[in-house]
Each structure stands twice: as C-alpha cells, then as structure tokens.
C-alpha cells in the first residue's frame, strides 16, 4: 500500500525531479502547479504527506498553508526552501509546516523526513489515506490505493477526473452535490465549468449511482 504524496510547486522541473526521487522509494505521486487551489484539492482527496515550495514571501504558499491549518486540515506538509535560509524557515515552521528540507534538495534527507512525518502523523496504519479499505457500491469496487475501480474483478478505466469524483461520493455518501459543487472539487485548477459534469460515460454511471436509493444498491 503505497502512500500519497502531493507535491506543490510552479516548477514542472523540480516537480518531474520530485516525481522521480518519490516514486522508486514507494510514494504514488500527483502534482499541483501552484497553492491557490490546495484547499480545493484537499477536497478531493487527502494525501499522506504534502511536499511544497516554501515560497519566498508570506504570501503564496505560506498563505495556503495558514489556510490549511485554520481550516483544520492536519495533513503533514514537509517544505522546500532556499539555501540556509534561517528566516524562511522559521516562517515556514511558524505557518504550521512539520518540516523543511533546504536547497539544494538532498533526496535523501526528503525521503527520510517525509516517512518520519508520516509516521508521527498516522501512528495507527489504518488512519494512513493510502490505507482507507476499499468502498464498494453494487458489484463495484473503489480502490483508493491503487486509485482504480473494478466491476465483478474486471478494471475500469478512469481518468482523473472521473477517479475524483468518486472518491468524491465515496467520501461523502451522504451529502446531496450540485454539479457546480462537484465541478469545483474534480477540477480545482480550470475555470468553473458545471457543464464538465456530465451524464453520459463513468461520470454519468457514478452520478447515477449517487442518486440512487441506498435500498437499491
């Protein structure tokens, strides 16, 4: 069962670099381009670890991670900072960051201090997102780990967006969702666009599925 690393960061370099440090050494990863989104994103679906750009002023990223915390979001997030930047990193760890590795990024020093934030974090391996058991509805199967769905044992193919939304429903079977609420968490970084939730395809499946009666399923 692998864990989920989301990283932050403007940088498609450093993010590809980050990419392949995380994923030989056990993490799956997914990428965000920037901070505005995060806690949209966090929405969709929670990661083990958040591995972020520390950013250089107290907005932008340090501002997301404020936000983070104050909207009780208790998520490790290990950052990224400049070369012996003493104030940076008291700005960091002051935001609510458990940790920050400084530049040049030893991938070692990364890994070491993601897997003891992780473990700080999830003692029980069960709290650990990448370890929710799957959730099934009928004779479908939602994997979060593998981040896959399956009918009857056979592989469905998803994409992302349709793998967000229903770890969307999953996560909250209970709550009825416009298509505006459903459109805002499945695509945090694109313009609002309501008509991207549609009824046709796995998307029209899970929505159907959602209104169904909880007898029927």
Known sequence: MKPHILVVHDDPDCRDALRA??????FDVAVLYGPS???????????????MKAGDFVGGELAALRALREANYDVPVVMLGGQDDGPQRVRALASGADDIVSFPHNPLELLVKIRRVIARAYPDPLQNPGNRPPFHFGRFELCFVS???TFSGQQVSLLE???AMLNLFAS???RVMSREFIAQRIR?????????????????SA???RSTPRSQK
């Open 147 to 149: 981040r896959s769905l």
């Open 21 to 26: 440090c995380l994923q030989p050494n056990g």
């Open 37 to 51: 989104k995060l806690l949209e994103r966090l929405g969709v679906e929670l990661p083990a670890t958040i591995v």
């Open 188 to 204: 945090p970084d694109r313009p609002l666009s309501p008509t991207s939730v549609g009824t046709s395809g796995c998307i029209g």
């Open 207 to 209: 929505a159907a599925w």
């Open 172 to 174: 909250a079977s209970e």
């Open 161 to 163: 967006a349709e793998y």
